[in-house]
C-alpha cells in the first residue's frame, strides 16, 4: 500500500515575495523576499507515493527569470513512483496557473509541473514538462493514483528555463508550452475548487520561479 499524504508544516503568514495581489487579481510567487535556504511561507509540503517526502528551498540563482531567487526542490531520492507537491491557497476551481521552471538534474526523471484543484498530495491535476522523454503530460490524480488523459510530445531542455501554464475552466483544460498551447482537453475526475502549486517525480531536481495564479 502506497503511504498516505503527509504535510511536513504550514506556515499561514505571507513573505514579501509571497502573494502580490488580493485574492480576485493574479497570485503570484516570486521567492524573492523568502530566506535563502529555508522553505517558502505561505506553502505546504506533502508527497504522493513513496519515498522520501521532499526538500523545498529557496535558492539564490543568478539566472533566475525574476532574480535573484528561486524555489528549488533538491531531494534526489530515486524512487520511481514519488511525487513530492509544494501547494498553496486560495481554492480555486477555474483557473490559469503559470509557472518558470527549468529541469537541473535526475537519472531517473526531470519532471516539472503545476499542480490545481489540489484537495491533498492523493487528489490532484498535474500538467508537466519531462526533460528525459521529451514532452508535455496532463494527469488527474484519484486516491494516489495518477491516469495520464493527455499529452504532447516536443522538445524539454534540460538546464533551461521553460514556462508551463494550464487553464482550467469545468471540465476543459489547455496546457501551454513556452507559450505555445499544447493540449486541449477534457476530463471530470475532479470538479471542486482546490489549492495549486508545484510539482517534481521522483529524483528530478528542478528549480521554480514566477507562480501566477489568476482566477477564470
Given at each position: ?9 504550514l ?33 505546504e509540503?506533502?508527497r ?37 507537491v ?49 514532452n ?19 522538445a ?61
Amino acid at each position: 500500500m502506497r503511504p498516505r499524504y503527509a504535510a511536513l508544516f504550514l506556515l499561514t503568514s505571507v513573505a514579501p515575495g509571497g502573494p502580490s495581489t488580493p485574492r480576485q487579481g493574479p497570485i503570484t510567487f516570486r521567492f524573492d523576499g523568502d530566506t535563502v535556504d529555508q522553505p517558502p511561507r505561505g506553502f505546504e509540503f506533502g508527497r504522493t507515493g513513496g519515498g522520501a517526502l521532499g526538500r523545498w528551498v529557496v535558492r539564490a540563482e543568478t539566472d533566475a527569470p525574476s532574480a535573484p531567487h528561486v524555489l528549488a526542490q533538491v531531494d534526489s531520492d530515486k524512487t520511481d513512483y514519488r511525487f513530492p507537491v509544494a501547494f498553496t491557497g486560495p481554492a480555486l476551481a477555474d483557473l490559469r496557473l503559470s509557472v518558470k521552471c527549468k529541469p537541473v538534474s535526475g537519472r531517473v526523471d526531470q519532471g516539472c509541473g503545476v499542480v490545481f484543484r489540489l484537495k491533498d498530495a492523493d487528489n490532484y491535476y498535474v500538467a508537466r514538462a519531462n526533460a528525459l522523454e521529451d514532452n508535455v503530460r496532463l494527469y488527474h490524480v484519484v486516491r494516489g493514483r495518477r491516469v495520464q488523459f493527455a499529452g504532447w510530445n516536443g522538445a524539454v531542455k534540460s538546464g533551461v528555463w521553460h514556462e508551463l501554464a494550464v487553464e482550467a475552466r469545468g471540465d476543459h483544460f489547455v496546457v501551454f508550452f513556452d507559450g505555445k498551447a499544447v493540449i486541449d482537453a477534457h476530463d471530470k475526475a475532479l470538479t471542486e475548487a482546490g489549492k495549486f502549486g508545484l510539482w517534481t517525480k521522483a529524483d528530478s531536481i528542478i528549480y521554480f520561479d514566477d507562480v501566477v495564479a489568476t482566477p477564470l
